[in-house]
């Protein structure tokens, strides 16, 4: 049996495995799963990777690291389909390809309000509105609502704004807001312009041209030359968008996302476009990982299964490489409630979209390959700097609170020539005097690698290379006892000095034994190092500064006895935040759930 470790006979697994579909994981002598993968028939699928045939030298090395084989039996291929995604997803194993889009994606939404508000989100869809989209990235979708609001001057503002405005806002006077907060429209003529934006969103541009045209028409016949007026500018404003925003489609309101691959050099870049209501509205670009030595048509198969499971998917998927799986296309459709279809570019439209994305895709892989281009000779001036020439994963903490309120430690994680967001962590310190920066520092370290000392397994116990601690010699002496007190002496440690004055570029590096240098400010070297500790920096920051607001609005009027959770929860609801809280009247007050006359007397003499 080529390529399987002496160690590993894999006979005895191979004798008891069914011809059922189901999902194989291989592990390797620590216990990490090297690989996880689907199958029709477990035994034959399994059996394949002993065969002297091996495939390519990816697989074979792969095959010799097994130590044990573990399987789940399924009822159905289109189930082993959906455990082994979840599993990819949640076990990250080094030989699957791995595609990296943890965010959900941006919708535009009209609310179910009376005077519904146009708005940008995220996340699981509210049945109480309309949802549209998605879109590839937030870019696309708040420029989207700005040249929505240009033609029909939706409003955008908050429920508590809304419900509490006494006179038009900066919007209304700058032609974006129609101002229904203080009822200079209609509740009818309101709901005619939403019914225009539906429409326009749904990519039915023909039925609200012909429609504010015809309104046009009867406004000026009835002498309502105001009117009439303000129907000429959408009608204009509305021909300026169809020229300027998007490539339309021909073929009426399709919905589509393309897909197109492009590879040089190692590098793999899978592009989607998005098309929804036949408008092209963007492009986003992925960059998996393992994906060097695949086929084409197994690239984009895997990016369809990791990409659309648990996520909404348009009925028609545009492909240039063949994919032939039904198992996919069924899966998807039961999920999405509606069929879907997956396939190639034929011609005509289709192809024109295709090429569009096959060009984007080319376009980002040549951007890419650029900045690695400039990451590998930072890492390398590095490596020669610290005289490691192995050194790949670095980890950088970093501490932040604002007079010792609200401390919080951050850990961001360098890898293979990018930051890797996914693999960030932080910490919110408890349990140390205030401002005590040794002790925060302290806790962190302790608890990001207790379990690294214990057993080394695991994505969140993943061996540093380097660990840079943001600061100065003591803080650098905390992190070296952390280590000898967890037997890990042998990780590499350097401490990173702001300079005089705090200005960039200025950074010494410290050492262990206390000696320090100073990189020129042009240093590749130096600029890795900057990178990566502004990125703690501002991890941290980001993070105390939402724990800290927090913290605040809640201890504001968690002081006020008679205000519960619920008439809590009821204020900031109501009006949107502490500070509208506050700017509110005793009668507005009143209008909360919950709150009497004399539970605002008090809640107002205690805010103000």
Known sequence: MSGASRE???????????????????????????????????????????????????????????????????????????????LIKSLRPRYNILFRDDKSYPYIVLTGDEFPRLTYYRGSPDRRSQYFGPY?????????????QRIFRIRTCENSVFNNRTRPCLLH??????APCVKLISAQDYQTDIRNTVLLLQGRHQEVEQSLAAAMERAAEAQHYEQAAVLRDQLRALHTVQQKQFVESTGG???????????????VCVNLAMVRGGRHLGDK?????????????????????????????PPLLVLDAECDDETLSQLLGEQAGHAV????????????????????????????????????????????????????????????????????????????????????????????????????????????????????????????????????????????EVMHELGLNELALVGVAKGEER?????????????????????????????????????????????????????????ISGVGDKRRRSLLTHFGGLREIKQASIEQLCQVEGISKSMAEKIYRQLH
């Not at 086929?295 to 659309?308: D, G, L, R, T």
Request: proline share 4%.
């Open 8 to 86: 590993f006979d894999p006979k005895p697994v191979l004798e008891n495995l069914p011809l059922l579909p189901g999902v194989y994981r291989f592990f390797d002598g620590r216990g990490e799963v090297l690989y996880v993968g689907k199958a029709k028939q477990l035994k034959k699928r399994v059996a394949s990777y002993f065969q002297k045939t091996s495939v390519s030298p990816r697989i074979r090395l792969m095959v010799s690291h097994i130590a044990r084989i573990e399987t789940t039996v399924t009822r159905s291929e289109a189930e082993a389909l959906l455990l082994e995604n979840n």
């Open 136 to 148: 590839p990235n937030a870019y696309a979708a708040k420029e989207s609502m700005q040249l929505l």
């Open 173 to 178: 006077q700058i032609n974006r807001c129609t």
């Open 253 to 267: 309101a399709t919905d589509a996302d393309i897909i197109a691959l492009a590879m040089h050099n190692g590098l």
């Open 285 to 313: 670009s992925f960059f998996p990982e393992h994906a060097e030595d695949l086929a084409a048509n197994e690239i984009v198969q895997a990016f369809i299964a990791q990409h659309y499971l648990n996520r909404s998917v």
């Open 341 to 480: 279809k997956i396939s190639l570019a034929a011609g005509g439209e289709r192809r024109q979209w295709l090429e569009m994305a096959q060009r984007n895709a080319l376009l980002a892989l040549q951007q890419r390959e650029a900045q690695q281009g400039g990451q590998k000779l930072r890492l390398d001036k590095l490596r020669e700097l610290l005289d490691m020439p192995e050194l790949q994963r670095i980890e950088c903490f970093d501490i932040s609170h604002t007079m010792g309120e609200a401390t919080q430690a951050s850990c961001v994680v360098y890898e293979n020539l990018d930051m890797r967001p996914s693999q960030y962590r932080r910490y919110n310190i408890t349990g140390i005097t205030p401002g005590d920066d040794y002790a925060a520092m302290r806790q962190a370290l302790t608890r990001r690698y207790q379990k690294l000392a214990e057993d080394g397994n695991g994505e969140e116990r993943a061996r540093p290379d380097l660990v840079l601690i943001d600061g100065g010699l003591g803080q650098l002496h905390i992190a070296m």
């Open 503 to 559: 200005k960039a570029g200025l950074e010494q590096l410290i050492y262990p034994d206390g000696s320090a240098r100073q990189l020129r400010s042009d240093d590749p070297a130096l600029h890795l190092i900057q990178q990566i500790r502004d990125e703690a920096h501002r991890f941290a920051i980001t993070g105390h500064r939402a724990k800290r607001g927090k913290a605040r609005t809640t201890s504001s009027l968690e002081e």
